[in-house]
């Protein structure tokens, strides 16, 4: 498929070339080049394509105009567990040892993590290395609180990339939201907000009717009231 973008003088300000591919599981596009006839900057992508491969039907790799790559692997699950990136002017075919790489644990870090089965995909430890060496890592924890269904989400960018999770000099920032569902005006919305440096963020939501300004700058005017008309935080 080729996409043609004219300049207003009627000249050809851009052109753009898709190939597209039929895939045993759909049609992926494989190559997307910019200015086909001249630069020809192609982006081209590759799929894990033998259906015992973790990553079946996902995106293997890309490699880019200017040289930059990446490449994925997968768990049996079909979660990311690697990205495998460029490092300095290492080439696409570089061990990990000579790249960018990123890791993706997915096993909770703490024992109050609830281990939901919508938080299955939500990696719980990332870890960035370069050139074998890391670089850093973050960790997070997910909690329903199985008496009022608010949920937390704990976030900890590790002081250093080796600590623990819940080492005392690691930055956490922690977010409390509300139950979604329910007769609650703020009802899964953010209620609280704990940030590193000690800051603390509080939200209120309250319903009422919500009227638009008569000028197109001036602010509109919230007027609270019991029905269930417009939610403001």
């Known amino acids: 498929m080729i996409r043609t973008i004219e300049s207003n003088g009627g000249g050809v300000a851009l052109k ?11 049609e992926e596009i494989v190559e997307e080049t910019v200015d086909p006839d001249g630069t020809a900057l192609a982006t081209h992508t590759a799929y894990f394509e033998n259906e015992g491969d973790n ?8 490699t880019r105009p200017d040289g930059s790559w990446v490449r994925y692997a997968y768990d049996g699950e079909g979660r990311k567990v690697k990205e495998i990136a460029t490092l300095l002017d290492g080439g696409a075919g570089s061990a990990e040892g000579a790249s960018r790489v990123t890791a993706f ?4 870090q703490a024992g ?10 939500r990696p719980r430890k ?4 370069e050139g074998g060496t890391p ?11 199985p008496s009022t269904g608010e949920r937390t989400e704990i976030v900890e960018k590790c002081a250093v990339p080796g600590a623990a999770y819940g080492a005392p000099a690691n930055l956490r ?3 409390v939201t509300l139950p979604s569902g329910g007769e609650l005006a ?14 603390m963020e509080t939200h209120a939501h309250e319903y009422g009717i919500y009227t638009p300004p008569a000028l197109g700058n001036a602010p509109g005017t919230f007027t609270p009231e019991p029905a269930r008309t417009f939610a403001r935080p």
């Open 55 to 62: 990553g079946y039907a996902r995106i293997a790799s890309v």
């Open 16 to 26: 753009e070339r898709t190939v597209w591919r039929q895939f045993p599981c759909g």
């Open 186 to 199: 703020g009802a899964g919305r953010v209620r609280e907000i704990q940030h590193p440096d000690g800051r």
């Open 173 to 175: 920032t922690l977010t």
């Open 126 to 129: 990332i870890t960035v290395s």
């Open 112 to 121: 109050y993590d609830s281990d939901a089965p919508e938080d299955a995909g």
């Open 135 to 145: 670089v850093s890592a973050t960790y997070r924890v997910y909690h329903v609180d």
């Open 105 to 108: 644990d997915y096993a909770p």
